[in-house]
């Protein structure tokens, strides 16, 4: 079947199964580069399969880029700017997979504080949930377990693959906690870091010199806003400074990497599964995470600023005899595509009210001279919890402009030349032509997409 054929018979629809962490960025991830940790399992996915490099989400938090997953829109239009309950009435990927004829399941993190819709199995962490003995919620009934969640959530997805309806395709979503904050690990991978030192990023110390006041307000650095609950022991008493500093990074980071370490192996477990049961050939795989993260960089743990680490997903896919393995794409997609791209392997048309694309075109390995070169974000949520001012902006191949609309303050980074985004252009008079070819440009797509500040006043003096 070509991924085109969308009048294809209903029996030649791919199964698909979307996996998606929690908070892992992309450059934690061996296929992606890390130059921390190894994840083999995660880079089968790459390598018999195609790897997004340039995968962004549109509003980096767990439950709006959650809804906009589903929706395939926009905070503005999905009514889930910052922590609001889903409206489950409207539209959304699950309930047009399920009336097509899918199977569709929903088992792990959901976080969207209304029950899912659309699925006709469910079994979900209320909220955030916790790490070990984990309550779960089934078809709302609420169940405590014994075990780790990581692993309960891939032993649920197994079970859901061997109990479904065979004569359907299914559509399972696999949303993992891992590796969400206060990173805790299993008993298994605990010390697996304990012997080694895991070397902080490039931007470590950055002291945002050129920025704007948000980079300096906001409060999740690692040398001041990391908790006893997140550092998990007392710091030598002797430490201070950069020593001190560098210990916090270590507690940190290894156990954010302990608990991708077992969303590693689970991730081997259902390809594993799919291989033994005969599904791996007619099922669409994906792993990506809700966004990205800081791993230190910047001093910074968490994510919800537009700067690289926090805007760019992980994105890999695999679909054997369909998409070719081992293949790189730079083109740029974004979270609300995924449902879209999803419903056309279903071979369903797009509703002309989802605001995403489907990159199906990608995936064959065209190069289609329409497709997008600039993306929209915006992000909402202040001032908890780490107070970082609320802003919008556009990036493109080349550029990124950040309006910080509470405070009128810009930003610009000119990503060629300050790929680590450490030197603010904006009032650099070289740039001045580039800022308002910029500016009209998030304008214009700011219209497009409909976001006429529904939600935040802040339209800078100068918009049209
Ligand atoms: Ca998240």
């Not at 994510?303 to 994105?315: A, I, N």
């Not at 929209?376 to 556009?394: E, L, T, W």
């Not at 080349?398 to 603010?424: A, G, H, S």
Request: charged share 25%.
């Amino acid at each position: 079947m070509e991924l085109s054929d969308v009048d294809a018979p209903k029996s030649d629809r791919p199964n698909i199964l979307y996996i998606m962490a929690d908070d892992h960025a992309a450059h934690a991830i061996s296929a992606y580069g890390s130059r921390i940790n190894q994840t083999p399992n995660i880079d089968r996915i790459a390598k018999e399969g195609m790897r997004f490099v340039n995968c962004f989400v549109v509003n980096s938090i767990c439950t709006p880029s959650r809804a906009a997953i589903l929706t395939g829109k926009y905070s503005h239009l999905n009514g889930v700017p910052v922590f609001n309950r889903f409206d489950g009435s409207q539209p959304t990927l699950a309930k047009y997979l399920q009336a097509a004829g899918y199977y569709t399941g929903m088992i792990g993190k959901w976080h969207l504080f209304s029950d899912p819709i659309g699925f006709d199995y469910w079994n979900i962490l209320p909220g955030q949930g916790v790490y070990h003995d984990p309550v779960f919620i089934e078809m709302g009934e609420r169940k405590k377990h014994q075990g780790y969640v990581t692993d309960l959530i891939a032993d649920f997805s197994i079970e859901f693959l061997k109990n479904r309806p065979k004569d359907k395709p299914f559509f399972l979503m696999c949303h993992h906690k891992a590796p969400h904050r206060p990173w805790q690990p299993d008993a298994k991978h605990a010390r697996m870091y304990e012997d080694v030192d895991i070397p902080e990023p490039p931007t470590f110390n950055d002291n945002y010199r050129t920025r704007s006041d948000a980079a300096r307000e906001a409060t999740m650095r690692i040398d001041r806003d990391l908790t006893g609950t997140d550092l998990k022991q007392d710091p030598p008493p002797d430490l201070s400074g950069a020593a001190l500093k560098h210990w916090k990074y270590e507690r940190y980071i290894k156990d954010y990497l302990a608990c991708i370490a077992a969303v590693d192996d689970n991730v081997g477990r259902l390809l594993d599964y799919l291989d033994q049961s005969g599904l791996a050939e007619n099922t669409v795989i994906i792993y990506t995470s809700d966004q990205g993260f800081f791993l230190g960089d910047h001093d910074w743990f968490d994510k919800r600023f537009m700067y690289e680490e926090s805007l760019r997903m992980p994105f890999l896919i695999r679909y054997l005899g369909h998409i070719k393995s081992g293949t790189v794409n730079d083109g740029m997609i974004l979270n609300v595509d995924f449902a879209p791209t999803l419903m056309e392997f279903a071979g369903l048309p797009i509703p002309s009210d989802i605001q995403g694309h489907s990159f199906t075109p990608l995936l064959r390995g065209e190069n289609p001279k329409d497709w997008r070169t600039a993306m929209y974000y915006r992000y909402y949520h202040y001032p908890q919890d780490h107070r970082v001012q609320p802003h919008y902006g556009i990036r493109t191949e080349r550029y990124k402009l950040i309006y910080f609309n509470k405070i009128d303050q810009w930003e610009l980074f000119d990503l060629r030349k300050d790929p680590r985004e450490l030197n603010n252009v904006f009032a650099d008079h070289a740039y001045a032509e580039t800022v308002k070819k910029l500016k009209d440009d998030l304008y214009r797509l700011k219209k497009e997409l409909k976001d006429e500040d529904q939600f935040a006043n802040g339209v800078p003096k100068d918009a049209p």
